[in-house]
Each structure stands twice: as structure tokens, then as C-alpha cells.
């Protein structure tokens, strides 16, 4: 009968609504990520808000029978967990703007992860209101906030770039540093090797770029045709 009423108390009552509305607000912004199809998505976001609840309960409640035993001796401040939470959660948020591949992306999944994190300690310390509000927050400025973004945006154009190489000299880091050196972004790469009867290796990139409206897609042709190891560039 202990052990039941143990857990129908009111600290493990309130533990476990915190923990659950966690879990549920978290993997709400999850969804939306997996729905993008983002390398973090349901599960991440649901586990990282699970995770920062559950410690700050535990600075909360964790530590209460010690320092009772030990009041003239034990000085806790609760926060200072929820401080390496948020340092943590950024190496986090980090591994998935370097999986991204030649391109900076990755950064608004990132953030959603911090503000994950932050929900989940909010949670934890019984802050319903200022988590729900931010959970809000969050979604609506990752379903409508992208097309708001645009209108700021340079207008550019996507085209789909094809470079023969030969790969013994010239290295991918290079072409890439001299197309995003002239602000032609790099956003998706295919590399297959090249058909042909001479003796050197040659391999084929196949990028999909943007470059601005106001810029001229021949620059290109400016850019490498000086580079003998460039045997033939051109567009799909």
C-alpha cells in the first residue's frame, strides 16, 4: 500500500502530468519537422523536451529529502541544471547544421531543438502556460514564417549544373569555393563517374544551384573555363 500511495501522491502526480504535457508539446514540433523531413524530427525533438522536463523535476524534487537531512550545510540552486541542459542541447543542434552536406542548412531545426529543450525545462518547473504559448509560438512561425522570409529574399534562379572533372586535379572544396565565392549557392550534389576513352579519370558533378536573377548563368563559364582540369560544363 506504500508503494501505491507513493505514486498517487501529489509530487508524482504532478511529475508525471509535467513529464507528459512535456513529451506532447515537444513531439508537436517534432511532427511538424518530420513532416519536412528533417534529419531531427518526431523522435528528437520528443526525447530532447522529455529529457530537459525530467531534469529539471529532478532539480526540483530530486535533491528535497537531502537537503532536508542537511539544511545548515547544503546551499541548491535548481537552475543551475537547467543551464547545462541548454549548453548540451546545442552540440545537439549543431550535428544536424554538419549533416547538411556543401550548404549551411540545418539552422532552424536547429533552433527548434534549443526552444525544445527550453519548453521542456519550462515544463518541468510547472510553467504550463508560458510552454503551451511557446509551442504555439513555434509552429506558426515554422508554417508561415518560411513564405514571410521570402518576400525579403533576392529573388534567384535554380538551375541544374553539370562540371566534368578530372578528379586527380582539381578537388570538389574547389569548385565549390569559387561558384558560393560569386553568390551562386550550392544546394544539392550528385557525383557519377564519366564515360570516356582518354586516359585520365574524369568524373561528372552534378550540382543544383541558385544563382541571382540579376546575374548572368554564363558566369560560370567565366569562372572555371580557365581551369584545364575542367573539361565540360553545362546545363541540364
Not at 532536508?68 to 543551475?80: A, C, K, Y
Not at 510547472?126 to 514564417?145: D, E, K, P
Amino acid at each position: 500500500m506504500d508503494v501505491i500511495g507513493s505514486i498517487y501522491s501529489s509530487d508524482s502526480l504532478t511529475i508525471m502530468v509535467r513529464l507528459v504535457l512535456a513529451a506532447v508539446l515537444a513531439g508537436v514540433i517534432g511532427i511538424e519537422r518530420e513532416y519536412k523531413q528533417h534529419p531531427a524530427g518526431f523522435r528528437t525533438h520528443l526525447l530532447v523536451g522529455l529529457g530537459a522536463c525530467l531534469v529539471m523535476l529532478m532539480a526540483l524534487f530530486g535533491f528535497q529529502t537531502y537537503m532536508e537531512q542537511n539544511t545548515e550545510v547544503v546551499r541548491f540552486d535548481p537552475s543551475r541544471l537547467a543551464a547545462y541542459v541548454i549548453s548540451g542541447v546545442g552540440f545537439l543542434g549543431a550535428g544536424t547544421i554538419i549533416v547538411q552536406g556543401v550548404s549551411v542548412r540545418g539552422l532552424t531545426t536547429a533552433a527548434s531543438l534549443w526552444v525544445v529543450a527550453g519548453i521542456g525545462l519550462a515544463i518541468g518547473a510547472g510553467m504550463y502556460f508560458a510552454a503551451t504559448l511557446t509551442t504555439i509560438i513555434v509552429i506558426l512561425s515554422l508554417r508561415f514564417l518560411a513564405k514571410f522570409d521570402k518576400l525579403f529574399q533576392k529573388k534567384s534562379d535554380s538551375l541544374k549544373l553539370n562540371i566534368v572533372v578530372d578528379r586527380q586535379q582539381v578537388s570538389l572544396t574547389e569548385i565549390i569555393e569559387k561558384l558560393e565565392g560569386n553568390r551562386i549557392s550550392v544546394t544539392k550534389l550528385t557525383i557519377e563517374q564519366y564515360k570516356s576513352d582518354k586516359s585520365v579519370q574524369l568524373i561528372i558533378y552534378k550540382f543544383s544551384i541558385q544563382i541571382p536573377s540579376s546575374q548572368n548563368r554564363y558566369l560560370v563559364y567565366d569562372l572555371l573555363q580557365e581551369n584545364n582540369a575542367v573539361y565540360k560544363i553545362f546545363y541540364d
